[in-house]
């Protein structure tokens, strides 16, 4: 039998040759690209305003949440799918390049937690499906979904009813104000006017004036108490990541000036706010896991339904309410989740 070595070298290079084309072929074909495809872990990118590093709160009351849903519906970190973060390391002008960078990677799914993060991942990709936490935006009138059932594009998700919001807040602080009339508003304007809007329509009905402050960083915030009318009664803080983020100075402040506050973040209360009236944000991170195991299991984020979410609580400090000489209404403390004292 004639040996490989033992044949002209012509005849070697074009065995050699038509060897690596095969190969190359095969390569190339449906048959090497499934077996490949076991060994590649799916990538969720998670774009947050706040990254692992800026805020210890953030992985306690998001990314663990989140780590622990998806791990129940089987999708373990590290073992069935992969978690590529990108922040916007508390700057919202920073998105862009955040969800650039995802886009970039090639990830499978963007989950976007906040207004911000949503428009930034929305610009950036109109075939990567995308998971939007969106608590201040109305999707249908962004043009993120055509309908809340058949959201027919690549975004779906979790948002929030302004509008109720807006009323209950009102609504409580008349109950410990009967005679309110004015109000400070901190308006940070990075998620939207969609809360701002709301706000001013049912003060509009309420008659109530009110002194409307932006708060873009955490430096304005002193300077917006600082410029609040002498008149002021009480203040409304609008949701944003970054009044979230500053609950515990927000709540400081509001004492310090003696005004009832409420906010939608439940951490405003527990850090000494006047009331808070909102979302538990942990059934949040659990139900966007949950979205996302859906699309990674196979369905369209087209034809994955809008949800909105439901886990409102209310949360009053008692402590605080004493401290400023307001007596909490039975018509509060019987509606309260949680009185803190």
């Known amino acids: 039998m004639a040996c490989f070595g033992c044949q002209p070298r012509a005849l070697r290079l074009l065995i050699s040759s038509t060897f690596f ?18 060994d590649r872990l799916p990538v969720v990118g998670v774009l947050s305003f706040f990254g692992k590093s800026h805020d210890s709160a953030w992985d306690r009351l998001g990314v663990q949440p989140f780590r622990e849903s998806l791990a129940e519906q089987g999708w373990i970190e590290g ?28 990830v499978d799914i963007i989950m976007a937690y906040s207004a911000p993060a949503l428009r930034a991942a929305f610009a950036a990709t109109r075939t990567i499906p995308i998971v939007g936490a969106d ?20 975004v779906t998700g979790l948002f929030l009813d302004a509008p109720e919001f807006a009323g209950k807040w009102f609504e409580l602080l008349k109950q410990l104000e009967p005679e309110l009339s004015r109000v400070a508003v901190l308006w940070d304007p990075a998620p939207g006017t969609n809360h701002l809007d709301a706000v001013r329509s049912v003060a509009g009905s309420l008659n109530i004036m009110l002194q409307i402050l932006e708060v873009r960083e955490p430096g304005d915030i002193d300077a917006a108490f600082s410029a609040m009318s002498r008149k002021t009664q009480a203040v409304v803080i609008l949701p944003s990541p970054m009044n979230f983020w500053q609950s515990a100075r927000l709540a400081e402040l509001a004492l310090k000036y003696r005004l009832p506050a409420t906010s939608m973040a439940l951490e405003f209360a527990n850090a000494g706010g006047m009331i808070s009236y909102g979302l538990d944000t942990t059934p949040v991170f659990q139900r966007s896991a949950a979205i996302v195991s859906k699309i990674l299991n196979g369905a369209k984020a087209g034809n994955v339904p809008v949800e909105r979410p439901l886990e409102i609580r209310l949360v009053v400090n008692a402590k605080t309410a004493r401290l400023l000489g307001i007596a909490i209404p039975q018509s509060i403390a019987l509606r309260a989740d949680e009185m803190i004292r």
């Open 135 to 154: 608590l201040t935006t109305e999707p249908i009138a962004e043009g993120y979904v055509q309908s809340y059932a058949r959201p027919g594009g690549n």
């Open 21 to 38: 084309l095969l190969l190359a072929l095969l390569v190339s074909s449906d048959l090497i690209p499934d077996a490949m495809a076991k």
């Open 79 to 106: 073992k069935t799918v992969r978690l590529e973060f990108a922040d916007a390391n508390g700057d919202p002008e920073l998105f862009a390049k955040a969800a650039e960078k995802l886009v970039d990677r090639k």
